[in-house]
């Protein structure tokens, strides 16, 4: 669990202060921005490694349970997980109303995602991992709007972007939806 710990710290930490200007601003000032953007990378990845080892041994050892998530629990998840992935296929597809309306889709997804997983996951490991994603996609939320980052611009129609990001997105959702027990252990349809 401690490796799960550590590789969610530094992933979150990572993140977190990326949000802080001024201490970004003065690293990217002295060192220059390739070497601050391949240093964060390297900081970010080591963490998500650390994660995935750190949770793969978790699962491994046993899960500890904390409550247990009513079966129906699930008919809630998996729609927000869906809700994350066309938003996560908004982000790439050529501008679109889904992003506009959703704003900053990459965040949207995060949290979408997170809380999708949340719901289901009643073990200490689980509700450490997504609650702190969760966490901080709240934070960096109202991070990017005191920042006065109002993100991708509202369209007023739906747009090829937006089936795109629909067809991608429920795609890459329906894939995931099939190979979950085979990348992570976990069946989510069925069982």
Same mark, same amino acid.
């Given at each position: 669990?401690?490796?799960?710990?550590?590789?969610?710290?530094?992933?979150?930490?990572?993140?977190?202060?990326?949000?802080? $200007?001024?201490? $970004?601003?003065?690293?990217?000032?002295?060192?220059?921005?390739?070497?601050?953007?391949?240093?964060?990378?390297?900081?970010?990845?080591?963490?998500?490694?650390?994660?995935?080892?750190?949770?793969?041994?978790?699962?491994?050892?046993?899960?500890?349970?904390?409550?247990?998530?009513?079966?129906?629990?699930?008919?809630?998840?998996?729609?927000?997980?869906?809700?994350?992935?066309?938003?996560?296929?908004?982000? $790439?597809?050529?501008?679109?109303?889904?992003?506009?309306?959703?704003?900053?889709?990459?965040?949207?997804?995060?949290?979408?995602?997170?809380?999708?997983?949340?719901?289901?996951?009643?073990?200490?490991?689980?509700?450490?991992?997504?609650?702190?994603?969760?966490?901080?996609?709240?934070?960096? $939320?109202?991070?990017?709007?005191?920042?006065?980052?109002?993100?991708?611009?509202?369209?007023?129609?739906?747009?090829?972007?937006?089936?795109?990001?629909?067809?991608?997105?429920?795609?890459?959702?329906?894939?995931?939806?099939?190979?979950?027990?085979?990348?992570?252990?976990?069946?989510?349809?069925?069982?």
């Amino acid at each position: 669990m401690l490796i799960l710990i550590l590789g969610i710290a530094i992933f979150v930490g990572v993140h977190v202060f990326s949000t802080l $200007r001024g201490p $970004r601003a003065a690293l990217v000032e002295k060192y220059g921005a390739n070497a601050y953007k391949t240093a964060y990378s390297a900081v970010a990845g080591l963490g998500l490694a650390l994660i995935v080892w750190g949770f793969s041994r978790y699962r491994a050892e046993g899960l500890i349970p904390v409550w247990d998530p009513p079966h129906w629990m699930r008919h809630v998840a998996m729609p927000l997980v869906w809700v994350a992935f066309v938003a996560l296929a908004s982000r $790439r597809a050529p501008a679109s109303r889904i992003r506009g309306w959703l704003r900053h889709p990459t965040l949207v997804a995060l949290k979408s995602w997170a809380l999708g997983h949340l719901l289901v996951n009643g073990d200490l490991g689980g509700m450490l991992l997504f609650g702190s994603l969760l966490g901080f996609g709240v934070y960096d $939320r109202i991070a990017v709007k005191r920042r006065g980052d109002l993100g991708a611009p509202r369209l007023d129609a739906f747009t090829k972007g937006d089936a795109i990001a629909l067809g991608a997105g429920t795609a890459l959702y329906a894939l995931i939806l099939i190979l979950h027990p085979y990348l992570f252990g976990v069946p989510v349809l069925g069982g």
